[in-house]
Each structure stands twice: as structure tokens, then as C-alpha cells.
């Protein structure tokens, strides 16, 4: 169950403000390398009601309001990934608003429903987890005011409280939506004349094999500021302010090493403003002695488990 255990603030660690990432960084769509391209289609298309944007040989690309949050890559050749291995934990889709979130919850709920694995107040935003067909994680959620977000020394209040689904779907699901699932085949928004908000990639939160090595690469190298974590066992960063942009965790994968070729996690996409941040930070991740390939678009960089960061400019 991809539930997240209360948070206990820890100090503070952060570089120069020329060594964070931009304020308005943002997350890209998720790659996932997929056995059966048909039935992670479905699922993410029918039950999570996303859009088909692109479906192109061995690759399809969901998203909300034409706004890419997943790419399904198939590659059958792929064994599939060990849970304790280093890899995904969840990818996090952060829908507008409430009544959004509520009709993907129900949707699921009908079409899906021996996936759901989880709910959480965490405070900043409601949750809720999945597990997809082929064994990936998945958070819908939505964020809470930020004005009601609590900081404490740099540090923001993240818990895990009880969070009823039966409760949410009776407060915030819409008759509009309530006749959308009931339909045999329903019409996925497309955009917001659909009456369902837009969504994007919140964050991204990954199994790594020890938290003090991943931050040292996503905030002192990458230039996250480090938002809370907890003890040895999690750490939350983001740039700008908010909540977490990614996470990292070792509950299932101590002691991980860097992963092999396999199902899951293809790509981590980061989003920067300009073109010229995206070329400062090549050029300072490669005087720290990372290993950086940066074609003038993408600059893509591994992790210390391989997985692979690719980063680029705003459209």
C-alpha cells in the first residue's frame, strides 16, 4: 500500500540560490516501459480517464486537456521489475480541483476497483493510490489550499491521516461526472469544454537504495531544495515552494543497487522555463563530475540508480 507515514521535519539542506533549480520547475509526463501496451492503454484511458494524444507504433501518450502525463513505451523483450528493486514508487497525476479527482476516483472505482490500494489526508493535498495492471504505482490527488500549507523552518507539515472515499465521492462528485462512468463506453475529456478540470504530473516519487546518496544528487547536484523528509527512510524536495516535486524512499528497496534493464519506470521528464537554464544546469551538473549527454533540447542524466533524469524547456 503506497501510503505515506507521518513526517517528522529534519534540518534543512539547500545550495546557493544559483545552485537551485527555477522557481516555476515543473514535472514532465512519465515514461513507463509496458508488457502489454493494449491493457495499460485501457486501464489508464477507461478507468483513470485519460486521453489518447498520440499512439504511434510501440508508444501511446495519455494525458488531460492535451497536456502528455504518460508515455506507455511497450517492450515485451523486458522482464518485469522486483519490488525491492530501485525504480518507481507512484507517479502522482494532481488533478485542478476536487470534483476532477473525485470523478477519476469513481472511475476506477467501477472499472478498475481490485486496484485502489490506498487513501491519506497528507495535510498539503488528498490522496488517493493505485496499482496499476502491471504493477506500477499511482497517486490521484488533489492539493489543499496553499495558504493552509504549514512551514516551519523551511520545513512543510506533511502527515497521513484518515481519508474516507466513500465520503470524498459523496462531497465532491458531480452529477455530470456520475453520468459520464455510467455510460457503457464514455467519452474521455478532451478539453475543458468536457467539464472536468485539466490535470498535470505532480510528482514523481521513487524506491531508491538509501536516502543520504539520492540527496546528494537531487538537491546538492540537481538543485531541489530538500522540503522534509523522514529520518533515513524518505525525503521530499521541490523547487519554488511546493510540496514535493519528487520523492525518494527505501521502504521496499534498502540497499538497492542501481537498477537493470526491466518493466517500469522509462523516464523521469523535468520541465524548466528557458532554454538557457536547462544548458546552466548541464553545464553545472557536469562540473560536479556527473555524467550529463546534452543534445542543444534534452539534457539527460542517471541517477545512481539508473534512472534516467531528462530534462528540457518549456514548449
Request: proline share 6%.
Amino acid at each position: 500500500m503506497t501510503q505515506i507515514p507521518n513526517l517528522q521535519p529534519t534540518a534543512a539542506v539547500s545550495g546557493p540560490a544559483d545552485d537551485l533549480l527555477p522557481a516555476d520547475t515543473a514535472m514532465g509526463a512519465v515514461t513507463l516501459l509496458v508488457g502489454d501496451l493494449d491493457l495499460m492503454t485501457r486501464y489508464y484511458r477507461d478507468a483513470v480517464m485519460l486521453t489518447v494524444l498520440a499512439a504511434e507504433g510501440n508508444e501511446v501518450t495519455l494525458g488531460r486537456h492535451g497536456v502528455p502525463l504518460l508515455v506507455l513505451r511497450h517492450d515485451p523483450s523486458l522482464p518485469a521489475g522486483s519490488p525491492r528493486s530501485a525504480g518507481l514508487f507512484h507517479t502522482a497525476i494532481l488533478f485542478e480541483d476536487q470534483s476532477a479527482l473525485a470523478a477519476a476516483l469513481a472511475s476506477v472505482a467501477v472499472r478498475a476497483p481490485g486496484t485502489f490500494a490506498g487513501a491519506g489526508d497528507h495535510d498539503v493535498s488528498e490522496a488517493f493510490y493505485f496499482t496499476d495492471p502491471e504493477g506500477n504505482g499511482l497517486e490521484l490527488y488533489a492539493d489543499r489550499p496553499r495558504e493552509t500549507w504549514e512551514w516551519t523552518n523551511g520545513r512543510v507539515k506533511m502527515g497521513t491521516n484518515w481519508l474516507d472515499p466513500n465520503r470524498f465521492l459523496a462531497q465532491h462528485l458531480t452529477d455530470a461526472a456520475r453520468e459520464l462512468i455510467a455510460t457503457a463506453e464514455p467519452t474521455i475529456p478532451t478539453s475543458p469544454a468536457s467539464g472536468l478540470a485539466g490535470a498535470v504530473v505532480g510528482h514523481v516519487h521513487l524506491q531508491v537504495g538509501d536516502v543520504p546518496t539520492a540527496r546528494d544528487f537531487y538537491v546538492r547536484k540537481l538543485g531541489f531544495e530538500e522540503t522534509t523528509s523522514l529520518g533515513n527512510q524518505a525525503l521530499f524536495v521541490s523547487a519554488g515552494g511546493y510540496h514535493h516535486h519528487m520523492a525518494m524512499n527505501t521502504w521496499n528497496s534498502a540497499g538497492a543497487g542501481p537498477r537493470v534493464p526491466a518493466l517500469g519506470l522509462g523516464t523521469v521528464d523535468i520541465v524548466l522555463p528557458t532554454t538557457e537554464q536547462v544548458n546552466a544546469l548541464s553545464a553545472r551538473m557536469g562540473e560536479q563530475g556527473v555524467a550529463v549527454r546534452h543534445d542543444g533540447a534534452v539534457l539527460r542524466v542517471d541517477d545512481p540508480w539508473n534512472n534516467l533524469i531528462e530534462v528540457r524547456a518549456a514548449a
